[in-house]
């Protein structure tokens, strides 16, 4: 098939952006369609920290390195982790690298969203479903009425793809850990002793089955994690989200016996709490080729966190298809090459999070984390090879 396809992006995630990105560069025209009313229309999250190897690739392929660099956070590379007690267990007090620099993922949205024309956008785009037709075209159901005639549709809409059901019948399982997420503001004058024990980058506490994760975001916004193994529907009955304070205190309940100081960082939360319940798609999750559909980011392989790579995969895979569209006269062989491609490199991502999740907070997850800690210190000791 050599005619330019008409295409559908679905999802303004990193990996939905970074395609349109692309194919905007090389002129090839695309219709993105997001589910969110607006840029900002929900905190975006997080702060991540975006790969050489995968994520700046990306963006340098987009040709959106200067403009990523601007806007990173090259600093905040500190790790700590404690015991529940307070005691120090390990510390890196990583100088500013560009392994791994940090940004928002509100600004990570906002500097891919720069080079795009507005008209290629629908915010407030919901997708219900995709219906084939008997011309090999595809139509696209939303909320608000039909967009018809797509040569090409991506799924670019994460966790719980609307697009995924067209090639592949697997659903995200539970993995059996739940994170209660919550923001301190202004850290560095309101809470400075917080401030500092999360210092430049992350700070781990682990005890009891249970864990606390911090980092330091834009902004001396500091974004905690308390992490748990526990039932599906476990954070719905024990905590009352329309209740914030009370969150907070359940928190505190559920680590009674840890130092004062961490049960400060509870109390320095704000209202905004919600539950995430980590899910992910099997290992080596992959499906028959189908002509004009295909996925990629979280819809392809959404995997636990505890890989911390699900962004830099996800920009990937997205360069990945844009070049091929864009290189390749057929373009439907060239989707053929990209998942063959994507389904080998996010087999050993996959693995990794995945056995990473299935010992979390155990015992054994301490060591676990102590020697990927050691490694990733190590690893930056080592002198870079001359170009
Ligand atoms: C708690 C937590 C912490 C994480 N921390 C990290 C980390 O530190 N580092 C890291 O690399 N990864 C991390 N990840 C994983 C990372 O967030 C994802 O891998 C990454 O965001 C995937 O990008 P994506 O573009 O594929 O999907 P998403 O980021 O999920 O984007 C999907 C987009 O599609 C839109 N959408 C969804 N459904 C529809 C629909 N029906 N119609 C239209 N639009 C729709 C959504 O609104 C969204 O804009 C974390 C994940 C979680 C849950």
């Known amino acids: 098939m050599t005619h330019a396809p008409r295409i559908a992006i679905v999802g303004a995630g990193p990996g939905g952006l970074t395609l349109a990105c692309m194919l905007q560069q090389a002129g090839?025209?695309?219709?993105?369609?997001?589910?969110?009313?607006?840029?900002?229309?929900?905190?975006?999250?997080?702060?991540?920290?975006?790969?050489?190897?995968?994520?700046?690739?990306?963006?340098?392929?987009?040709?959106?390195?200067?403009?990523?660099?601007?806007?990173?956070?090259?600093?905040?590379?500190?790790?700590?982790?404690?015991?529940?007690?307070?005691?120090?267990?390990?510390?890196?007090?990583?100088?500013?690298?560009?392994?791994?620099?940090?940004?928002?993922?509100?600004?990570?949205?906002?500097?891919?969203?720069?080079?795009?024309?507005?008209?290629?956008?629908?915010?407030?785009?919901?997708?219900?479903?995709?219906?084939?037709?008997?011309?090999?075209?595809?139509?696209?159901?939303?909320?608000?009425?039909?967009?018809?005639?797509?040569?090409?549709?991506?799924?670019?809409?994460?966790?719980?793809?609307?697009?995924?059901?067209?090639?592949?019948?697997?659903?995200?399982?539970?993995?059996?850990?739940?994170?209660?997420?919550?923001?301190?503001?202004?850290?560095?004058?309101r809470h400075p002793a917080l401030a500092r024990v999360v210092g430049h980058g992350t700070m781990s506490v682990l005890g009891d089955g249970m864990g606390l994760f911090a980092q330091r975001n834009a902004d001396a916004h500091l974004r905690v994690y308390a992490t748990f193994r526990a039932p599906k529907e476990w954070a719905s009955s024990t905590f009352d989200f329309s209740r914030p304070a009370s969150v907070l205190a359940e928190l505190k309940a559920q680590c009674s016996g840890w130092a004062p100081l961490w049960h400060a960082l509870i109390d320095a939360g704000n209202d905004q709490l919600q539950a995430r319940r980590i899910f992910a798609l099997p290992v080596g999750h992959h499906w028959l080729h189908r002509p004009g559909i295909t996925l990629l980011g979280d819809a392809a392989h959404v995997m636990s966190p505890y890989g911390g790579n699900g962004v830099n995969i996800a920009m990937f895979d997205a360069a990945e298809l844009g070049r091929r569209l864009t290189e390749q006269a057929d373009w439907s062989a060239a989707v053929q090459a990209y998942e063959r491609d994507m389904f080998e490199r996010a087999r050993p991502y996959a693995l990794f999070a995945a056995e990473g999740v299935a010992i979390a907070l155990s015992p054994a997850y301490l060591k676990h984390e102590i020697d990927a800690l050691e490694r990733r210190r190590a690893r930056r000791a080592e002198p870079s090879t001359p170009a």
């Not at 608000?144 to 090639?167: E, I, M, N, Q």
Request: hydrophobic content about 35%; charged content about 30%; some cysteine.
């Open 28 to 189: 090839h025209s695309f219709t993105l369609f997001e589910l969110d009313g607006h840029a900002q229309a929900r905190p975006q999250g997080g702060t991540l920290d975006l790969d050489q190897e995968m994520g700046q690739l990306a963006l340098q392929r987009a040709g959106l390195m200067a403009a990523f660099r601007r806007r990173a956070r090259y600093e905040d590379q500190e790790t700590r982790l404690f015991d529940k007690t307070g005691k120090l267990l390990f510390e890196d007090c990583g100088a500013p690298s560009d392994e791994r620099p940090e940004i928002d993922r509100a600004q990570l949205r906002e500097l891919l969203l720069e080079g795009l024309p507005e008209a290629s956008i629908r915010w407030n785009h919901k997708l219900r479903e995709v219906l084939p037709r008997a011309d090999g075209k595809y139509d696209l159901v939303f909320d608000k009425g039909v967009c018809d005639g797509f040569d090409l549709v991506v799924g670019a809409d994460g966790t719980w793809s609307r697009v995924r059901p067209l090639v592949s019948s697997y659903s995200p399982q539970y993995t059996g850990v739940t994170f209660i997420e919550f923001g301190i503001d202004d850290a560095d004058r």
